[in-house]
């Protein structure tokens, strides 16, 4: 099943991005052993790093999503690419924080004040580079501000992932709201008015199935001209492009005399991959091929 559609309504006003991501968070917070609070501001950040992916113009475009702040999480960071493929990682993924209220995990607090940026990668010379003060930290109001700061778009943005008491998942998912130029102020209206409740989105996800259902159960009281149709419908999901060939590059990278330092003083290095603790053992012998090929140039 699809987990992500992309909607539009039929009188040119908005077009909307929906996803129901609960496997997706769970399989980030399996891989990093999060706390609650861990997994859902790393859970909102690669939903939403998920749907901006999917916005990008270019198949072979990507788009990464940092969080920085002086909070105890520290640094959230996601990638995507345009296909929806997404992994991220939190600095600490042990923080554990008071409740700000029933139910409430107090994202903010982890993430304190900083900034966030968003780079995209769209194959072009330089990339672009778009950063703003954190606003909550709370990430869907922090991007919210970005849309409109860094973009000139006005956007609604949503996130939300609830956890249940046995520490699982029990839903996640995110939407971005983008107003379209030819907007009317009725449209705009009702929109404001749905999206006012978006407050607690897990809370509407969990009255439904699928991303097409919460579409029509947020947009249900949308005039007809307005009402939500599915453009196309779309998967986002884990994946860490990451291999021993990348890591190789990585080890080439670091130059010559930082190389010929690692193999005399340790011998082989070991490098942990941020995305998916994936380890890559490289012995003095692979080292010293290394070593040979950047020598070489
Ligand atoms: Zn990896």
């Given amino acids: 099943m699809n987990n992500t559609i992309i909607a539009a309504d039929i009188g040119g006003c908005y077009r909307m ?87 409430k995990l107090d994202v903010g607090g982890a993430v304190g004040k900083g900034t966030l940026t968003v780079i995209k990668d769209l194959k072009l010379k330089e990339p672009y580079i778009g950063r703003i003060d954190l606003v909550s930290g709370e990430i869907a109001e922090d991007l919210t501000q970005y849309f409109m700061r860094s973009e000139q778009q006005p956007t609604a943005v949503a996130l939300g992932v609830r956890i249940g008491t046995d520490g699982r998942v029990e839903n996640a998912g995110g939407l971005i709201l983008q107003l379209l130029p030819d907007a009317t102020d009725v449209c ?26 919460l579409l029509e159960h947020l947009l249900v009281s949308m005039p007809p001209i307005h009402r939500p149709r599915v453009l196309e419908e779309r998967n986002i999901e884990w994946y860490c492009g990451c291999s021993a060939e990348r890591m190789e590059q990585a080890l080439m990278s670091i130059g010559k005399h930082d190389l010929k330092q690692l193999i005399e003083e340790d011998g082989s290095a070991e490098i942990i991959c ?9 012995e003095r012998e692979k080292l010293e091929e290394l070593l040979a090929e950047v020598e070489r140039g």
């Fill in 188 to 213: 705009v209206d009702r929109l404001e008015r749905c999206i006012a409740t978006l407050d607690n989105l897990t809370d509407h996800i969990g009255l439904v199935n699928t991303p097409t259902e």
């Fill in 274 to 282: 941020h995305f998916c603790l994936e380890e890559y053992m490289f």
């Fill in 17 to 103: 991005y929906l996803a129901i991501t609960t496997e997706l968070v769970q399989t980030a917070a399996d891989i990093h052993g999060t706390s609650n609070v861990a997994t859902a501001a790393l859970g909102r950040t690669i939903t939403a790093a998920g749907l901006m992916g999917l916005m990008l113009q270019d198949e072979r475009s990507t788009l990464t999503l940092q969080i920085k702040g002086d909070g105890p999480a520290s640094e959230i960071l996601a990638s995507a690419d345009a296909s929806g493929r997404v992994r991220g990682y939190i600095a600490d993924p042990d923080i554990e924080l008071p409740l700000k209220g029933p139910g």
